[in-house]
Structure formats: C-alpha cells, structure tokens
C-alpha cells in the first residue's frame, strides 16, 4: 500500500518551516518535504521523508508518484522576486516548467485515485504591477484583478502560475474524447504580502528590507535599508501566513468563489519599521541607502490589499495586526533567538 501524504515542496524555505513546524503540530499527516538543500535538522523528525532534488527533475517526481499517494500539494518552491532578476531565464524555469511539473503530476495522481488533490500555491503581491507612485497612492485597497502588470520575472511567473493553475483545474486537455468527468486539480491560491519571521531571515526577495531590518538590529549588525522611508507594502507575520495556507487547503471547494485570493495584514512603511525596531533595539545601526532598481520594483506593487473574498469564502482575517506582530511575536522571540 502506498502512503497518504502531504508533498511540501521548497520544504527548506521560511515558508516550509513554518508549515512543517505547524503541520506536525496540529495534525497527524504525513509529510514528504522536497527540496534542492537537505532539510535542516530541526525539521527532519517533523516529517516521513525528505528528499533533496529538483522540482524540474522529471524521474524523481515520477518516482515521487510511485512510492506515494499524494493528498495535498503545497507547491512553495520559487525563485524569489529580486534573485530571479539577475538570471530570469532560470527563475523562469524553476517557478514556471517546476510549478508546471507539479500540476501535471497532481493531475495525475487525482486520476488514479479519483478524487481531485489539492493544489496549494502561494502566489504574491508582486503579481501586480502600479506604473506610477502616484497611481500606487491613488489605488487605495487593490483587488485581485485590478493592476496585473507586473514587472519582475518573479511577478510575472506568479501570474501566469495563478493562470495555469485555473487551466488545469477547469480547462485541463478539454478537447479530449474522455475529457468529460475527468477529475483534474484542486487549485487553491493566495497572494501573500510581504512575510515575516522571527525564525528565519528570506533570502532573495524585494520585500526582505522589513525582516532584514529586524534581524540585523537583533544581532547588533549595521544594515542598509534599501528602500525609501516613505516606501509602503502590506506585511503578514509568518504564523498567519501559515494559518491562511492550511484554512485555504481546509475550506469545502464549494465554499470558493475564485482561484486565487488575497490576503492582508497591515500596511506599514519602511520608516514604521525603523522606528518600531530602533525602539526595540535602541543600538540598532541602521540607516537608508535606496538602490534605486531595487526600489523600483517595490513601488510598483500596491500599498493596500482588498482581501473581502477571502474572508467571506473561507473566513480569512489574520490573529497578528502591526502592534501585535511586533510587539508580542516578532520582538520578544527575535530577542530570544539571539540571545
Ligand atoms: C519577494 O520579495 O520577492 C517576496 C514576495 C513579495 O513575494 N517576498
């Protein structure tokens, strides 16, 4: 008998992490975690297996396949928005041919088993793209189909993902004589704001001035913001980040009303940040130095989200608003972990 599992790829990342940690805690499913780096050690006894590889190595998801009966995708594995910008190419295929494998083998393991697996993917705000600051500051609350031009290969990729997923969800070889009944995919996504973590640092995305800000404080290094003060994203902390993937992954599909859904948390600037972490850490050594390509590209994604759907589909609000996220998660556990 194959095994039941949760397939988790880019396992290794903040995301992962915080999935892994909350998967083992609260549920008793078995999770395969995938990811090009071994899994840290901390994780290892969380899960059933790990298995270091590729999402683009076509033989081990087939094997994947043979040796599991997968139930649910959380397809986390990407290249993120500022990494993919020195080699688009390869981010193009890494998040598009990966995330493409993985929807084929879903389809697949939904035909034989019957029931369609559940497809989860974190998608971004960088899917959308403002042209102008002024535009940014006039668009107030932006819904998921409004302002789709992104910019980055990243964002890019995240759209056109969010679009594959639909297609094989509903659309999937729909001139095939056997196409009727078929069941294909369960596709369910969420554009994330900007995440933080007291546990982990990102590596490689446009939003990591936030986090970065926090951790360099708390280990008593100098950092350079690399955005204007007055820059403005939504933020998430990661343990809500966490809740909306798995209460997405939960929710009756008849529940859904769409594919893909916003979520938010707080709106802050770069200068609220400082501020909140020069408070916590009154030697913190930080100062703006704006990298004006970098900057670009976060003026373009929206100041606000309108995350309604969400929570009138599955009920979707976050526990941590800005006061609480840093002042009774980030802080307090930062200071801990470098202690
Ligand atoms: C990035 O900065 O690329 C990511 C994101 C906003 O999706 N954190």
Redesign the pocket.
């Known amino acids: 008998m194959r095994q039941k599992v949760v397939l988790i790829t880019g396992a290794n990342g903040e995301m992962g992490h915080g999935l892994i940690q909350y998967l083992a805690k609260h549920t008793d499913c078995n999770v395969v975690a995938l990811d090009v780096v071994p899994l840290d050690k901390s994780l290892r006894s969380l899960v059933s297996t790990y298995i270091v590889g590729d999402v683009l190595d076509q033989m081990l998801l087939g094997r994947l396949v043979v040796e599991h009966e997968i139930a649910t995708i959380y397809h986390l594995a990407s290249i993120?928005?500022?990494k993919a910008e020195y080699n688009p190419e390869t981010a193009h295929r890494i998040n598009v041919e990966g995330t493409l494998n993985l929807l084929r083998l879903a389809v697949e393991q939904s035909q034989w088993q019957g029931t369609a697996v559940k497809f989860i993917y974190p998608s971004?705000?960088?899917a959308y793209g403002i042209p102008t600051l002024k535009d940014k500051a006039e668009a107030g609350e932006v819904v998921e189909e409004d302002w789709n031009y992104p910019t980055t290969m990243?964002g890019c990729n995240k759209l056109y993902c969010e679009h594959l997923g639909r297609y094989y969800n509903s659309h999937y070889r729909q001139l095939a004589a056997d196409h009727e009944g078929k069941t294909t995919v369960d596709f369910r996504a969420i554009r994330?704001p900007?995440?933080i973590s007291a546990e982990t640092v990102?590596t490689g995305?446009?939003?990591?001035y936030g986090p970065e800000m926090l951790h360099a404080a708390a280990k008593g290094e100098a950092y350079n913001c690399f955005v204007r003060p007055d820059t403005i994203i939504p933020f998430m902390v990661m343990p809500d980040a966490i809740k909306a993937l798995v209460k997405l992954e939960e929710v009756p599909k008849n529940r859904l009303s769409k594919y893909v859904y916003n979520i938010t948390s707080y709106s802050i600037s770069a200068q609220e940040i400082f501020d909140i972490v020069k408070k916590s850490f009154s030697n913190a050594d930080i100062h703006f130095a704006v990298d004006p390509a970098r900057q670009n590209i976060v003026d373009t994604w929206p100041e606000r989200l309108d995350d309604s759907a969400a929570r009138q589909d599955w009920d979707w609000s976050p526990d941590f608003d800005c006061e609480r996220s840093f002042g009774e998660y980030l802080i307090p556990a930062i200071k801990q972990r470098y202690e």
């Open positions: 993120l928005s500022t971004s705000i960088a990243y994330f900007g995440l990102p995305g446009t939003s990591d």
